[in-house]
């Protein structure tokens, strides 16, 4: 039992933090597979329904992003840099909610008016922007543990518990036989279980402080909202886009359009089930990458960013590789499986974003937040540039248009890193590593693919999957992957 003990006293906390987002990552696939698999007789409806619950979703982050602004940033770099750092949550709080209620009319009129599938419904309007304020308070929240480096809390509150509260609702609505009633009232209970977190913390958190901000402070904010505005629109706007541009007066064809934005939505949600992992990193580089900036430490910086692209790949290959070489096994397993491209296509992107590392989170943090913004705004503009352009080209229009958009973005950022910093932000060994270690995956998942029976493939990929992911770490010519879970970890 000692032995134990003293095992498990070396285990860095990044191990739990990653074990907590493994957990938010389950909750998330459990509450995904109750919806694709119990809100409609066959997969047509379910698919339809999933994607008008997507839908609302896809408004309530879009609309997130201008509530959050740029406060989650901005409280974890102030936090670092301020010593008045135990007053950066309450500033940012009275700022937020001075923002909502400007913000407020704006969203009300934009949907009453312009989005069509919403027909007019003031209470669901309503409804959707409390839900979103109440999400991206929660947000806020877990960037103030975040910034005094409380990664578990945070992944916890953000991933884990919400997602609990709604397996649980979810589940004894379907057994009660109310699904209707769940797809009717998903915007309230989603309301509801981010509402339920918020609030104890605000009675924590919130303290009697001044509200003043200086004008480099206010700068600071408007850019880190522009630079979110830029990097997580097209993934947030690809929903409600899908929802919108596929809008038909007949009821039949309505489900169909419905049923394909069910199918986009469900490989986008596998794909971000993967990226749990990649998020999480990205969050726990955050006050390092602030840190090392501060320190004018440049070459802890450029090692550091490495590693964590490293670390992104280790984890984030195996999963999307599993996605692309068997798009169709994965889907199928939801219960909807129409339109397996749309995986595919996503899975690339998600890759993309995982061997790009946190090229903006380190821009970002390092001052060089112009820099994010400006691949960003390439990123955005190409989006939705290709978005229109190819709508009545082919139903696959969206996710082509996020992918290369994304690409770009990815491109321009390691090229400023590099010029920045006057050397290569991701060394030749690295990338032979992750090439090497990509092959493999391809390998090993397009052999899985052949199984056929459906128990034997899942537990199959699951373990062979666990397995490639620790071999990663085992296998690296950087000695300190391989002791990456003890030790000192990501730093």
Known sequence: MGKIKKIFSKINGLYLTLILSALGAIFSFLVTFLLTHY???????????????????GIITTLSI?????????????TQYSISGKQTFSRS???????????????????????????????????LFIASFSFSLVSLICASLLSKKHFKGAIFFESVLPKIVQLVVFAVLIVLKQSNFLTDYFVLIFLSTYAIIALPFLLMLVRKTSIKFSKTEIISICTFFLLALTGNFGNSLIKVFQGEFYISSDEAMQIKYDAILGNLALALQIVSMGMIFVGAIANIAKPQFAIYSRDSNNDALVKFFTKTIRLSGFIAIPFMIAFIMQPKNVMSFFGISSFPIFLVILSIYGLILALGGPCGTLLEMSGHEKIELLAGIANLVLFIALSFALRNITIYALPISLLFGTLLGKIINVISIKLIYKRNPIDKKTVLTLVIFTIICICVFRGLNRIENPYLWIISNCIIGCALIVSGFMMSPYKDDKYFFFKKGLQ
């Not at 201008?66 to 102030?78: E, R």
């Not at 913000?103 to 309503?126: R, T």
Request: no cysteine; glycine share 4%; charged share 15%.
């Open 39 to 57: 809100l409609g007789d066959n997969e047509e409806i379910r698919a339809s329904l999933y994607g008008k619950i997507q839908y609302y979703l």
């Open 66 to 78: 201008f509530l959050k602004f740029g406060f989650v940033s901005f409280i974890v770099k102030d």
């Open 93 to 127: 709080f009275f700022l937020f909610d001075v923002l909502s209620i400007l913000i407020f009319p704006i969203f009300f009129v934009i949907s009453y008016f312009a989005l069509n599938q919403l027909d007019k419904n003031s209470f669901l309007i309503i409804a």
